[in-house]
């Protein structure tokens, strides 16, 4: 299917809303989309439709899609999975063309699942209209006030972070990039939209600066759409990838979750990582890895070094730089001689760079800055761990230096 | 050397104690290992050494160590590097046998270092005195109320953990057992006391439950008497050891730190583990390492049952089993029709067992500790992980499941 733009600025940024199936539940436990909706002070106009109520929350509430008094831009549809086709079927028939699908059971679940997804599928193209899941939380838009989330969450600053998920966990919670998010999306079981449409669409946004993909498995056949769309986003932002199914239980597990055929996990490595991804092995990498993504810029090289408060953490930061195929950068004639001004005469500085011993009876902070700054004078130096407490100085700005 | 239980409890839970050396100043940076000592609410008597001050923070001050009233039981030396031979001989001919000792720039540092190190052994020697250090902080035991850190190090509620590290990082920041300590040791560059005595000590101390290991190296021949002494602890407590200087770059590191030869890490790795260490990789892992030691009793066996809110979840764990050598339990057809009972029809449950679609509409909470039990109850399970929030029930205890 061609990449439609206004379909995905419809799940992420919709103009108006319906809920569909809205509860009036209130409080922990209530899941009720609508209440999240007006707290995390989604600014469009809000519609519900639920034959029990004709107000929740201050949003009017109609009986049936039917009797909507506009078309809105995307219908939330949160009702048991026998009810799906028919609910779509009537938002279709009022002229919506979006839709986030919250229900699980579908074509992940069993065979009346599948049968229930055939005929919403065959609903929805009838009448040319788009999915998002079903079984999705759906979508997190932190730079325009949305989200679809029967989880309650709290509206955070945006940062320029975009999320494609295959689980609601990523956004409803602090896994993930606890950095903070712009946009996220979980993609569900993929009935319609799936990895391929949702990353160009973090691809197209200027305001997304990194881009993180947690994946169960992509779609049969749609291996080669994504690396192309994936090989298109990293000449614009890195894109980071944390592919979950790689044990033989956790690809059957994903089967059972998001239907998802995991496929060999090697086979995905190679793929991924020749279209330009950044592999990541768990949720802990993927924070580490945006935070570094969004803070610093790319090193100029291999040679890096170590700036350190502590011996011993030195000695760890060493032992990382030679496991993760970096090296210790031999410091210039020059350096080593304007540090040996700053050091005791016992102490012969080098790399990793103990400040300890030369801050004694002084200012730490201003040895540890003086020291710093000569090893980022240096021109062997392509980049420098630190290893210290944080602490501020005018005109200092680490990203500059790495630039 | 035979094991000198006396002096290693003297460096610990010294009843009296002088620092030789102390300084007049107070607040952020001065370093003050008397005002440190005051602060943790040291109970036992406290002299002080300085031919400047009668008085320290309301801590009696002497010219030198000839004039103290009594003897105690530790000197904590903090001098620069030339003076230490000439203040441990004083204090040895005032009787004193044990001593902590700060300074850097020893047999680490240069020629001159190692001249002035062994000076300093001969006089230790010539008394019948033992010494901790050079380049240490020493010693912190929480149990009973002292520390030797010229870091300031806030007291903690005491955790059964002890310590032996060679760098003050671990005793003086928040890293290592975040969970927190009972007794630390930073063993420093082991002029004298090393590894083994440190960790019979920590073995002998029953509040102790787990010991954690950070070495940068042993000394030369001493790999024998410490893989003895860890043979011997295993049978009592779990040992954890993280060893740094793996790398090319990190071993040379370590030597110019604490002068440790960090020798092939293979040859480490190999003779620790069939001691019965278990080996860490980093700071993180030595943190989750000694809280699940602390709190988890041993699995049966290797069969794990995933419970989990989050089906994406449920895969990363199946994942984590599949990756560390363990396997995912094969739930009995009891307990799967016990469960399948509290599903939808549409679900039919497994492992992971993923309690979300089971918790649609119910009170979450209860509907996992309903399932958490039927799985916990299956003789199929050695172990859960659950991923879930946290919450708490009455009569629910999972070490107790588990032990």
Redesign the interface.
């Known amino acids: 299917m061609s990449y439609d733009a206004e379909t995905m600025e419809r799940l992420f940024n919709p103009a108006s809303v319906v809920v569909v199936g809205a509860s009036r539940k209130t409080g922990p436990?209530s899941f009720n989309i609508v209440e999240n909706l007006v707290n995390y002070g989604y600014k469009g106009r809000l519609y519900a439709v639920n034959p029990k109520a004709s107000e929740i929350f201050g949003v009017p509430c109609f009986p049936r899609a039917a009797d909507l008094p506009e078309v809105p831009d995307l219908a939330i549809i949160t009702v048991p999975?026998e009810m799906v086709p028919q609910v779509v079927r009537d938002c279709c028939e009022r002229g919506i063309k979006s839709f986030i699908l919250v229900p699980?059971?579908m074509a992940e679940?069993?065979e009346?699942?599948a049968e229930i997804q055939a005929e919403l599928m065959a609903v929805l193209r009838a009448h040319g209209a788009r999915a998002l899941g079903p079984n999705t939380l759906g979508t997190v838009n932190v730079f325009d006030g949305f989200i679809s989330s029967f989880m309650p969450i709290t509206r955070r600053p945006a940062l320029p972070t975009g999320l494609v998920?295959?689980?609601?966990?990523?956004l409803a919670t602090d896994l993930g990039p606890s950095t903070g998010l712009g946009k996220g999306i979980d993609i569900g079981n993929q009935a319609d939209v799936g990895f391929p449409e949702a990353l160009r669409h973090l691809a197209d946004d200027p305001r997304v600066k990194v881009v993180a993909i947690?994946m169960?498995g992509l779609r049969p056949g749609e291996g080669r759409l994504f690396l192309d769309v994936l090989r298109e986003t990293v000449k614009k932002k890195p894109v980071l990838v944390y592919k979950?199914?790689?044990?033989?239980?956790?690809a059957?597990?994903?089967s059972?979750?998001?239907g998802s055929l995991a496929g060999s996990y090697e086979v995905y490595e190679a793929a991924l990582e020749s279209a330009g991804a950044v592999l990541l092995r768990?949720?802990?990498d993927m924070d580490d890895s945006v935070k570094a993504f969004l803070r610093l810029a790319p090193l100029r090289g291999r040679r890096i070094a170590v700036v350190t408060a502590?011996?011993?953490?030195?000695?760890?930061a060493?032992?990382a730089?030679?496991?993760y195929g970096l090296?210790?950068a031999r410091l210039t004639p020059e350096t080593l001689k304007a540090l040996a001004d700053i050091y005791?005469?016992?102490?012969?500085p080098?790399n990793?760079l103990?400040v300890?011993?030369a801050a004694?009876g002084k200012?730490?902070p201003e040895v540890f800055v003086k020291c710093f700054d000569l090893v980022a004078d240096d021109p062997n130096v392509d980049g420098i761990i630190c290893v210290a407490g944080a602490f501020e100085r005018e005109g200092f700005n680490l990203p500059e230096f790495l630039a």
Do not use: K, N, V
């Not at 998920?165 to 990523?170: D, E, I």
């Not at 979950?244 to 956790?250: D, E």
């Not at 502590?310 to 760890?316: A, F, N, P, R």
């Open positions: 436990g999975r699980q059971g679940a069993d009346t699942g998920c295959q689980t609601g966990l990523f947690h169960e979950t199914g790689r044990s033989a239980a956790g059957e597990a994903a059972s979750h998001s768990d949720t802990d502590s011996g011993g953490g030195g000695i760890m060493a032992d730089i030679g496991e090296e210790l005791p005469d016992w102490m012969e080098g990793p103990d300890w011993p004694i200012l730490y």
